[in-house]
C-alpha cells in the first residue's frame, strides 16, 4: 500500500466491488429522485383516440372544403364525456380541447371561426383534413419503453410514469451511509467548543451528498480519538448493516490517528491508502463483506471534496445508475497556471461564462483544505492534473460544476 493511487484508479477499485442494491417497490409519489431498477413501458396509449386540440366544431372536412360552409350541430363532446354518436355528411359537433372526435369527424375549425346559428354554425374558415386534431398514439403507444433502467427520476419523469399507466415502480433500494466524525477536538453543531475545540461540520455536507444522490444519512455522531470509541461506532454500523461507512478524520500519519487500524480490526480489508490528488490524500478504502468503507480525511475541504469524486459515484452505483463518474465539463483558464506536482488538485475557482458563452475557471487564491469558506463560494472545481505543466489563461481545462444543491 505505498505510493499514491491515481484518482481514477482509486474510483475504478472502489466502484468494482459495487453492484445495485436490490429493488423495492414505490409508489409514484415517493419516486421522486429514486432510480428504475427495470425498463417503465407504456401501459397504454397517449392519447387513447383521436381527440380535439381546440375548442370549435368538430366536421368532415369535405363538408367545408371552402369558407363559408353552413353545418347542423348534431351534439356535444367535452374532455371526459365524448358523443358516442357518428357524425353524417354536412353535420358538425360542437367539441371541446381534449375532448374524444367522433367517428367520421376529421377536422375541427375553431370556435373563433365560427359562427352559432341555433342548431346550424356557419364556419368562416375552410376546414383542413387533420387540423387541430391529436392523433390517437401522438405521445406514445401501448407496450413502447419510454424510461430506462438506470434512470433517476426527476419530476417530469415522474408525471410521464403516471400518464404511462403506473402508480408505483420498482426502484433499488436507497443506499444507507453511515457517518462517524473523529477526533477529540469536535463538538456537534450549535454546542459551545471547549478550549481547544471547534465545531463538527463535514458530517452535514456528507449527508448532504448522500441525500443529494437519493441515498439515506445514518448520523454515527462523533467518537473522540479513543480506539474503544471508534471501534464501537465502526461496530454499530456492521451491526445496522449499512452499505456504506464513511469515517471522518483520523485518516493520515498522526499519533491519534486510529480509523485505519481500528477498520482492519473491526474487519475491514483496506484495499488501498492514499491518493494522487490534492486535497484529500490521505483517503483509504476497503470493504466488509457488502460494506463499503471510506475513510476520508478530516481537513472539511478534503472530506468534502473526496465524497464528490468516491462516496457520490458508488451511491450512484448502488443505486443502479449508469452515470456513475463525476460529471467533468471543458472550460478555459481564467489566469495563468504554475506546473503541477505529482497530485491531481482539485482547486475552488469561479466560474464565469467569456463573451462566446464559454465556461471560464478562475481558481482563488487561498487553496488551503481547512477552509470551508472558499468552498462554500466556490462555482466549480477546477481540476489540474498531476504534472501538468504551467499553462496560460483561456487554455483549456476541466471542471466540475458545484451548482445547488451540492
Ligand atoms: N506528517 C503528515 N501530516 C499530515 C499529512 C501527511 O501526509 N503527513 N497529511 C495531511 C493531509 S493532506 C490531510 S488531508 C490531513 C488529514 O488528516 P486526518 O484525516 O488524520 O484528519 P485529522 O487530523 O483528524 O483532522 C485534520 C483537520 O481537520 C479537522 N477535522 C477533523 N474532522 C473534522 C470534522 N468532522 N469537521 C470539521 N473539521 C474536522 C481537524 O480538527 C483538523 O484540523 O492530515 C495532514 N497531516
Ligand atoms: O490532502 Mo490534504 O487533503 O491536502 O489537506
Redesign the pocket.
Known amino acids: 500500500m505505498s505510493g499514491l493511487l491515481p484518482v481514477p484508479e482509486a474510483r475504478a477499485r472502489i466502484l468494482s466491488g459495487l453492484e445495485a442494491l436490490p429493488a423495492e417497490r414505490v409508489v409514484l409519489a415517493d419516486a421522486l429522485g429514486r432510480t428504475l431498477a427495470a425498463p417503465l413501458a407504456a401501459l397504454r396509449t397517449q392519447p387513447p383516440w383521436d381527440c380535439s386540440a381546440m375548442d370549435g366544431y368538430a366536421v368532415r372536412a369535405a363538408d367545408a372544403a371552402s369558407a363559408p360552409a353552413r353545418l347542423r350541430v348534431v351534439g356535444e363532446a367535452a374532455a371526459g364525456r365524448g358523443f358516442g354518436g357518428r357524425l353524417g355528411q354536412a353535420e358538425a359537433l360542437r367539441i371541446f380541447t381534449g375532448a374524444p372526435l367522433p367517428s367520421g369527424a376529421d377536422a375541427v375549425v375553431i370556435q373563433e371561426d365560427a359562427t352559432r346559428d341555433g342548431d346550424f354554425v356557419v364556419l368562416n374558415e375552410a376546414a383542413r383534413t387533420g387540423r387541430h386534431v391529436r392523433r390517437a398514439g401522438l405521445d406514445f403507444s401501448e407496450g413502447e419503453t419510454l424510461l430506462p433502467a438506470g434512470r433517476r427520476l426527476g419530476a417530469r419523469d415522474l408525471a410521464l410514469a403516471a400518464a404511462l399507466g403506473h402508480g408505483a415502480i420498482d426502484a433499488a433500494r436507497r443506499p444507507r451511509v453511515a457517518i462517524l466524525?473523529?477526533?477529540d477536538?469536535?463538538v456537534a453543531a450549535g454546542e459551545l467548543p471547549g478550549a481547544d475545540q471547534?465545531v463538527?461540520?463535514?458530517?452535514y455536507a456528507i449527508a448532504g451528498v448522500v441525500a443529494a444522490e437519493g441515498g439515506v444519512a445514518v448520523d454515527l455522531g462523533i467518537a473522540p480519538d479513543e480506539r474503544s470509541a471508534i471501534l464501537a461506532a465502526i461496530n454499530r454500523a456492521i451491526d445496522d448493516e449499512v452499505d456504506v461507512l464513511v469515517t471522518?478524520?483520523?485518516?493520515?500519519?498522526?499519533d491519534h490517528?486510529l480509523v485505519q487500524p481500528l477498520l482492519e480490526e473491526a474487519g475491514v480489508a483496506l484495499d488501498f491508502w492514499r491518493i494522487a490528488m490534492r486535497?484529500?490524500?490521505?483517503m483509504m478504502a476497503g470493504r466488509r463483506g457488502g460494506m463499503l468503507a471510506l475513510g476520508l480525511?478530516?481537513?472539511?475541504v478534503?472530506a468534502i471534496v473526496c465524497s464528490l469524486l468516491f462516496l457520490a459515484p458508488a451511491i450512484r452505483k448502488l443505486s443502479g445508475r449508469p452515470d456513475v463518474e463525476p460529471p467533468l465539463a471543458p472550460a478555459r483558464l481564467g489566469r495563468d497556471m504554475p506546473e503541477n506536482d505529482q497530485r491531481e488538485d482539485y482547486m475552488r475557482a469561479a466560474l464565469t461564462f467569456d463573451s462566446d458563452g464559454i465556461a471560464v475557471a478562475t481558481a482563488f487564491p487561498r487553496q488551503d483544505?481547512?477552509m470551508l469558506r472558499p468552498l462554500a463560494d466556490a462555482e466549480c472545481l477546477l481540476i489540474r492534473p498531476a504534472h501538468a505543466p504551467a499553462a496560460r489563461a483561456g487554455d483549456a481545462c476541466s471542471i466540475m460544476a458545484l451548482a445547488h444543491p451540492l
Do not use: F, M, Y
Open positions: 466524525a473523529t477526533g477536538e469536535l471547534i463538527a461540520s463535514n458530517s471522518l478524520g483520523g485518516a493520515s500519519v498522526g490517528d486535497p484529500g490524500k490521505p480525511p478530516g481537513n472539511p478534503s483544505s481547512s
